[in-house]
């Protein structure tokens, strides 16, 4: 059996990023990092996509970056300018590109499929693998994107739309959400907020197909690249143990009231780096209590009232672009928070919070 002094449990986006910025602040140098992960070959499978509101490692894998977007209702159109806070979009094939290249590089650190040849009982252990939650009342951000490809230029490249709500709600929370990266090619995202209990909800590739064809006009084109997924809109409950400490979605990094992850997977990193040698001795890392409050309300109005949650989110970005971005990037501070708090249907929050 072989000891390291830290052992991640899957090599994901939070588990390579952790591996990353430890590696290059030479963390590991005079210790041994095992990463314990099942895929036999990374290629590209996700976008991560986000407001630039804190620096991280990757400008080089971005995709695109985008100062101007739009959501839309069935009954009305807001379209939003920010040049301080761009909108980035990361490749993970390019991502895990990078990340790969530089950990081969460092003896220290060594790949393994399942923990069998590992002895954990004195290393620290970075858990990014959520516990299995089956509870049917739980919210899901569930989806698909493809990326098609067009013979003629169509789509305004500089410009994405965040939300567009002039869809099939099927008494859910329904929007497409599609991302230009150049005048003929754009990922169109189809995306649920529901619980995961309704199959009906997943015939994915015909709103896509319909939506492609119907919305956005557009007969032909080829499919470049597929992806699916489901993000979880609560907290997950991990057993804590004194020699783990968990990352990521297990973590707690996802921010519930919008899906974001990949960012506060960054802040935690360097915080888990820059602490590394006193680790197990600070407190978890949270992304902060007052949006654990706030999301909370949110989220129990999109269960009871799906229906105004299009007017709710449009409204919501009529506030002044810097200040929603940084609510949404958990960068706000109060007199930020309030005026969000302030385009919300007050009567409908303050039932929700009684």
């Given at each position: 059996?072989?000891?390291?002094?830290?052992?991640?449990?899957?090599?994901?986006?939070?588990?390579?990023?952790?591996?990353?910025?430890?590696?290059?602040n030479n963390k590991i140098k005079n210790k041994s990092l095992a990463i314990v992960e099942i895929r036999e070959k990374y290629k590209r499978d996700k976008t991560w996509s986000f407001w630039k509101v804190t620096e991280h490692n990757f400008d080089d894998c971005i995709i695109k970056n985008w100062n101007n977007f739009s959501i839309n209702?069935?009954?009305?159109?807001?379209?939003?300018?920010?040049?301080?806070?761009?909108?980035?979009?990361?490749?993970?094939?390019?991502?895990?590109?990078?990340?790969?290249?530089?950990?081969?590089?460092?003896?220290?650190?060594?790949?393994?499929?399942?923990?069998?040849?590992?002895?954990?009982?004195?290393?620290?252990?970075?858990?990014?693998?959520?516990?299995?939650?089956?509870?049917?009342?739980?919210?899901?951000?569930?989806?698909?994107?493809?990326?098609?490809?067009?013979?003629?230029?169509?789509?305004?490249?500089?410009?994405?739309?965040?939300?567009?709500?002039?869809?099939?709600?099927?008494?859910?929370?329904?929007?497409?959400?599609?991302?230009?990266?150049?005048?003929?090619?754009?990922?169109?995202?189809?995306?649920?907020?529901?619980?995961?209990?309704?199959?009906?909800?997943?015939?994915?590739?015909?709103?896509?197909?319909?939506?492609?064809?119907?919305?956005?006009?557009?007969?032909?084109?080829?499919?470049?690249?597929?992806?699916?997924?489901?993000?979880?809109?609560?907290?997950?409950?991990?057993?804590?143990?004194?020699?783990?400490?968990?990352?990521?979605?297990?973590?707690?990094?996802?921010?519930?009231?919008?899906?974001?992850?990949?960012?506060?997977?960054?802040?935690?990193?360097?915080?888990?780096?820059?602490?590394?040698?006193?680790?197990?001795?600070?407190?978890?890392y949270h992304i902060g209590k007052k949006y654990h409050f706030l999301d909370s309300i949110f989220l129990n109005v999109l269960k009871r009232y799906p229906e105004k949650m299009p007017n709710i989110f449009l409204n919501m970005f009529k506030?002044?672009?810097?200040?929603?971005?940084?609510?949404?990037?958990?960068?706000?501070?109060?007199?930020?928070?309030?005026?969000?708090?302030?385009?919300?249907?007050?009567?409908?929050?303050?039932?929700?919070?009684?």
């Open positions: 059996m072989k000891e390291y002094d830290y052992v991640i449990l899957g090599g994901g986006c939070a588990g390579l990023s952790l591996a990353y910025e430890l590696d290059i209702s069935k009954s009305e159109s807001h379209e939003i300018i920010n040049e301080e806070y761009p909108y980035q979009t990361i490749d993970s094939g390019l991502f895990y590109k990078k990340i790969l290249n530089q950990l081969k590089q460092n003896k220290n650190i060594k790949f393994f499929k399942n923990t069998d040849q590992l002895n954990l009982d004195n290393s620290i252990i970075f858990n990014s693998i959520p516990a299995e939650q089956k509870n049917e009342e739980n919210l899901w951000q569930h989806f698909k994107g493809v990326e098609i490809e067009t013979s003629k230029n169509i789509f305004d490249d500089q410009i994405f739309n965040l939300m567009d709500f002039d869809c099939d709600q099927r008494d859910s929370i329904h929007f497409f959400y599609t991302l230009p990266f150049a005048k003929n090619k754009a990922l169109i995202e189809t995306t649920w907020l529901s619980r995961m209990n309704d199959k009906s909800l997943q015939d994915y590739d015909e709103q896509l197909q319909k939506y492609i064809k119907q919305t956005l006009k557009i007969n032909n084109y080829k499919i470049n690249y597929q992806e699916e997924g489901a993000i979880p809109l609560f907290y997950p409950q991990n057993i804590i143990e004194k020699n783990i400490i968990n990352i990521g979605s297990a973590g707690g990094m996802t921010r519930l009231s919008t899906g974001y992850t990949f960012l506060n997977i960054q802040d935690h990193c360097k915080y888990i780096c820059n602490n590394i040698e006193n680790i197990k001795n600070l407190k978890p506030a002044p672009s810097k200040t929603v971005i940084k609510f949404l990037s958990n960068k706000s501070n109060f007199f930020e928070d309030f005026v969000i708090v302030l385009k919300m249907p007050k009567w409908i929050f303050i039932k929700n919070i009684l």
